[in-house]
């Protein structure tokens, strides 16, 4: 079975750009969650989508978006890119949205802004 | 405000002997401890976990201690393999809220062959 994969895996964009990230979750899992990780930091939660509703947003701002489609596949989108926006973004996925379930996260994409 | 702390950024270990990556939370509300493994270029990997209600939890040569009162948990591995150099990820979660996890910032262990 294919796990969590994200694409792209690597881009480079320049400050000001907007950005479209992709994640495909396990087959099966319902819920997507996506965390960015900054170099020297731990994951840090931005979004998570259940059912293609929203169930959860971090402390972003709002040029972050995500959304979910109908067949769980999910997008997240960062508008007017900052230098500090460069990191490792993490796409994880899990059968339900409950604090219970363990996180099945994809290889991630690395975004740099330059 | 890290409610999950490393305080040790690495460690290094011979190869056979036992390794002990620590972790410490500020929230009370935390229920459900987990510990994630990364390798480069890779996403983080699930390792174990341990609800609140237990203090140990063992898989394997992988053992996770709790300790409420002091808000503090450790990773045991027994016995430590070069295969386990990694970065180890410290996270928690309130397991009937939703699973938005925080995360340590990590401990890079090195196993040394």
């Known amino acids: 079975d294919a796990g969590v994969t994200q694409s792209p895996t690597h881009l480079i964009k320049t400050r000001g750009q907007q950005v479209t990230l992709r994640c495909s979750p396990i087959?099966?899992?319902?819920?997507v969650s996506w965390y960015q990780q900054v170099l020297g930091q731990g994951p840090q939660f931005i979004f998570q989508y259940y059912e293609k509703e929203e169930r959860g947003r971090g402390n972003f701002p709002d040029r972050f978006s995500a959304r979910q489609f109908p067949n769980y596949s999910s997008e997240l989108n960062v508008n007017a890119l900052l230098l500090g926006d460069s990191a490792l973004y993490l796409c994880?996925?899990?059968?339900?949205?409950?604090?219970?379930?363990?996180?099945?996260f994809g290889a991630g994409s690395r975004l740099t802004v330059l | 405000d890290q409610q999950v702390k490393q305080n040790s950024p690495s460690l290094s270990v011979q190869e056979g002997r036992i390794s002990i990556l620590n972790c410490d939370y500020t929230n009370s509300m935390f229920d459900y401890f987990l510990w994630y493994k990364k390798y480069p270029a890779e996403g983080p990997t699930f390792l174990i976990s341990?609800?609140?209600?237990?203090d140990k939890n063992e898989d394997g040569r992988f053992t996770v201690f709790l300790n409420k009162s002091a808000k503090h948990l450790s990773l045991h591995i027994v016995p430590s393999q070069p295969g386990d150099s990694a970065v180890y990820f410290c996270a928690a979660s309130v397991r009937t809220g939703a699973n938005n996890l925080f995360f340590g910032t990590g401990t890079r262990l090195t196993v040394i062959p």
């Open positions: 994880a996925s899990s059968l339900t949205p409950s604090g219970a379930n363990v996180l099945t």
């Open positions: 087959s099966g899992h319902k819920s």
């Open positions: 341990i609800s609140s209600i237990k």
